[in-house]
């Protein structure tokens, strides 16, 4: 158990468009998704959180309405990298929060690598 | 500021030996701890968490965690090559914060044939 899916795995834009991914989590309902960002040999970045219904909590330097960013049921939410620029190019990676008791463990889907031309 | 703390590495250990990896947390409060191994240019994937003082095995993992010294590590026994990636350290934050992860920078981990 515990499958979280991420689409597309890789995508190829050029600049000025939009690209939309996708996070689902398969076998588990989770209130909460994470999404971060990787640059190569970089650490994990946190970019925001997602809570179902309700709007994302952004971190510190992350553009909102550069991230768009909609949690539309417990098993879906999606990424939009708006009017994307080549210094946007990375790996993006979902994570979702599946819950049991008292514990919380994330699950991370497999990635997304954008690059913009 | 909450923080996670691992050495970068690389740490090489010879195939077949045990590797071993240390993470230390600044908050009293967390309550649970997690490894996360991350192969280069794939996502993270969580092999191990841990709620409870002492150890907890998982096939050739073992994690280890001592709340009184704010510490936590992982054993890999009998390690193989292809153990060879970056070791995540995670701490979930409180729940006002949506149960976020702290995260260490990681521990490369070399696995010499």
């Known amino acids: 158990g515990a499958v979280v899916s991420q689409h597309p795995s890789r995508v190829i834009c050029k600049s000025g468009t939009s690209v939309k991914i996708e996070c689902r989590s398969l076998?588990?309902?989770?209130?909460?998704m994470f999404w971060y960002r990787q640059f190569p040999k970089q650490s994990l970045m946190l970019m925001a959180t997602?809570?179902?219904?309700?709007?994302?909590?952004?971190e510190q330097g992350v553009e909102k309405d550069k991230f768009l960013i909609n949690h539309a049921s417990l098993t879906l939410s999606t990424l939009t990298v708006t009017s994307a620029h080549p210094e946007d190019s990375s790996f993006y990676i979902c994570?979702?929060?599946?819950?049991?008791?008292?514990?919380?463990?994330?699950?991370f889907g497999p990635g997304t690598r954008l690059t913009v031309l | 500021q909450k923080e996670v703390e691992q050495n970068s590495g690389p740490l090489s250990v010879p195939e077949g030996a045990i590797a071993s990896l240390n993470c230390t947390y600044s908050?009293?409060?967390?309550?649970?701890f997690f490894w996360y191994r991350q192969y280069s240019g794939k996502s993270p994937e969580l092999i191990m968490s841990?709620?409870s003082n002492g150890d907890k095995e998982d096939g050739r993992f073992t994690a280890q965690l001592n709340k009184a010294s704010q510490y936590v590590s992982l054993l890999i026994r009998d390690s193989q090559p292809s153990d060879s990636a970056t070791y995540l350290c995670?701490?979930?934050?409180?729940?006002?914060?949506?149960?976020?992860?702290?995260w260490g920078a990681g521990t490369k981990l070399i696995i010499k044939p």
């Open positions: 994570s979702a929060s599946r819950v049991s008791g008292d514990y919380n463990e994330q699950f």
């Open positions: 076998d588990f309902q989770a209130t909460t």
């Open positions: 997602s809570n179902e219904g309700s709007k994302a909590t952004y």
């Open positions: 908050d009293r409060v967390s309550q649970s």
């Open positions: 841990i709620y």
């Open positions: 995670a701490v979930v934050g409180d729940m006002d914060s949506n149960y976020q992860l702290i």
